[in-house]
C-alpha cells in the first residue's frame, strides 16, 4: 500500500511524513526503513522493495521524495502504480508540487492523501496561535502575532523559528520585510571573504523571512559564474560578455572577485554546495544549518 503528502506548505508535510515514520518504524527495524528520491533513483532497487515478500519479518517501510520531479522515476511510478497498490510494504510518496493527471492517478490506488496548502491569513494566525499553546504558553498577544507574519510571511519554517524564541523567553522584533532584503549584499561580502560580515546577512535575511534556500540558490550562482568567468578568461575567449551570457556589470564584478580565489577554492566550494543540496534532498541536511556551516567555514 501507499501514501501522498503532497503541497508548497513543506512544513506541515514534511512534520506529517516524520509522524508517518515514527508511527510505522515503531513496527519494524531500522533496517527495515527505506529513502528514496527522484534525483538518485534507482529502478533495480525500486523493483525489489516491490517485489520482496515478507513472511516471518515486519514490513518495510519505503520514503519516496520528489520521485514526479524526475522523468525516469515518474515514469516508474506511473508504469507500477499497481505494484504500489499491491506491495506488502509501504510506501510514503513526499512531493512538493504534483500535475493533475498524476494526482489522479495517484487518487485511484493510495490508501490516502493528504493536501498541504499554503495556509491564509486566518489560518495562519490560528496555526500561530495552536503551536505557542502546544509549547505551554497560554497566550500570545496580537502584536506578536504580527510580528511573527510580518518576520515571516506564510514561511512556517521562519514561523516555527520565531515561535520557539518566543516560548524560550524571547521577545519577537521586526527586523524589516522580505522587500528588504538584498541578495546582492550577501553576494558581495563573499566575494571579499569576508566571513563574519556574510554570516550576519545570512542571519539577517533569515529574520526577515527570507528562505534559506533562496540564500543557498544565490550563493551557488556566484560560485557558478566565478568558475564559468575563470574557464573562459583562462581560454582567452575575447569577448567574455558574449561567451558567458551574463551582464556586462556581472562579468566585470566576476573578473575583479576571481583574485580573490584560487580554481581549487572555487571547484571546493562548488563541490561542497552539490553535496549540500543532494543530503538535503536525501533528509540527511537542512538548508539552514547546512549553508550556515558553509558560510562559516569557506
Same mark, same amino acid.
Given at each position: 500500500?501507499?501514501?501522498?503528502?503532497?503541497?508548497?506548505?513543506?512544513?506541515?508535510?514534511?512534520?506529517?511524513?516524520?509522524?508517518?515514520?515514527?508511527?510505522?518504524?515503531?513496527?519494524?527495524?531500522?533496517?527495515?526503513?527505506?529513502?528514496?528520491?527522484?534525483?538518485?533513483?534507482?529502478?533495480?532497487?525500486?523493483?525489489?522493495?516491490?517485489?520482496?515478500?515478507?513472511?516471518?519479518?515486519?514490513?518495510?517501510?519505503?520514503?519516496?521524495?520528489?520521485?514526479?520531479?524526475?522523468?525516469?522515476?515518474?515514469?516508474?511510478?506511473?508504469?507500477?502504480?499497481?505494484?504500489?497498490?499491491?506491495?506488502?510494504?509501504?510506501?510514503?510518496?513526499?512531493?512538493?508540487?504534483?500535475?493533475?493527471?498524476?494526482?489522479?492517478?495517484?487518487?485511484?490506488?493510495?490508501?490516502?492523501?493528504?493536501?498541504?496548502?499554503?495556509?491564509?491569513?486566518?489560518?495562519?494566525?490560528?496555526?500561530?496561535?495552536?503551536?505557542?499553546?502546544?509549547?505551554?504558553?497560554?497566550?500570545?498577544?496580537?502584536?506578536?502575532?504580527?510580528?511573527?507574519?510580518?518576520?515571516?510571511?506564510?514561511?512556517?519554517?521562519?514561523?516555527?523559528?520565531?515561535?520557539?524564541?518566543?516560548?524560550?523567553?524571547?521577545?519577537?522584533?521586526?527586523?524589516?520585510?522580505?522587500?528588504?532584503?538584498?541578495?546582492?549584499?550577501?553576494?558581495?561580502?563573499?566575494?571579499?571573504?569576508?566571513?563574519?560580515?556574510?554570516?550576519?546577512?545570512?542571519?539577517? +535575511?533569515?529574520?526577515?523571512?527570507?528562505? +534559506?534556500?533562496?540564500?543557498?540558490?544565490?550563493?551557488?550562482?556566484?560560485?557558478?559564474?566565478?568558475? !564559468?568567468?575563470?574557464?573562459?578568461?583562462?581560454?582567452?575567449?575575447?569577448? !567574455?560578455?558574449?561567451?558567458?551570457?551574463?551582464?556586462?556589470?556581472?562579468?566585470?564584478?566576476?573578473?575583479?572577485?576571481?583574485?580573490?580565489?584560487?580554481?581549487?577554492?572555487?571547484?571546493?566550494?562548488?563541490?561542497?554546495?552539490?553535496?549540500?543540496?543532494?543530503?538535503?534532498?536525501?533528509?540527511?541536511?537542512?538548508?539552514?544549518?547546512?549553508?550556515?556551516?558553509?558560510?562559516?567555514?569557506?
Amino acid at each position: 500500500m501507499f501514501y501522498l503528502l503532497y503541497g508548497k506548505d513543506t512544513f506541515r508535510s514534511k512534520r506529517k511524513l516524520k509522524t508517518l515514520l515514527d508511527f510505522f518504524s515503531s513496527k519494524t527495524d531500522r533496517m527495515g526503513v527505506f529513502r528514496i528520491s527522484g534525483e538518485d533513483f534507482n529502478s533495480f532497487e525500486l523493483e525489489e522493495l516491490l517485489q520482496s515478500q515478507i513472511l516471518f519479518r515486519k514490513k518495510h517501510l519505503v520514503v519516496c521524495e520528489a520521485m514526479m520531479e524526475n522523468k525516469n522515476s515518474s515514469k516508474f511510478v506511473s508504469e507500477n502504480i499497481t505494484k504500489f497498490f499491491l506491495s506488502h510494504n509501504v510506501f510514503i510518496f513526499w512531493e512538493k508540487e504534483i500535475n493533475s493527471e498524476d494526482l489522479k492517478l495517484f487518487e485511484e490506488k493510495a490508501e490516502k492523501i493528504q493536501s498541504f496548502n499554503v495556509l491564509s491569513g486566518h489560518e495562519m494566525r490560528k496555526w500561530i496561535m495552536e503551536e505557542i499553546r502546544k509549547s505551554g504558553v497560554k497566550s500570545v498577544s496580537q502584536e506578536e502575532q504580527e510580528n511573527i507574519i510580518n518576520i515571516c510571511g506564510f514561511d512556517l519554517w521562519c514561523a516555527s523559528r520565531e515561535i520557539e524564541k518566543y516560548v524560550l523567553g524571547g521577545k519577537i522584533e521586526f527586523w524589516g520585510t522580505k522587500n528588504d532584503y538584498n541578495p546582492f549584499h550577501i553576494c558581495d561580502a563573499f566575494v571579499a571573504k569576508n566571513k563574519n560580515k556574510t554570516w550576519v546577512l545570512f542571519q539577517q +535575511a533569515l529574520l526577515r523571512g527570507v528562505a +534559506a534556500e533562496d540564500v543557498f540558490w544565490k550563493i551557488w550562482w556566484q560560485v557558478k559564474n566565478l568558475l !564559468l568567468i575563470k574557464k573562459l578568461s583562462e581560454s582567452n575567449v575575447k569577448n !567574455l560578455r558574449k561567451e558567458s551570457g551574463l551582464h556586462p556589470f556581472v562579468v566585470k564584478k566576476t573578473l575583479t572577485a576571481l583574485k580573490n580565489f584560487t580554481g581549487k577554492e572555487l571547484n571546493g566550494y562548488s563541490s561542497q554546495l552539490v553535496n549540500l543540496y543532494h543530503d538535503i534532498r536525501k533528509g540527511r541536511a537542512e538548508f539552514e544549518i547546512g549553508l550556515e556551516k558553509f558560510l562559516i567555514n569557506f
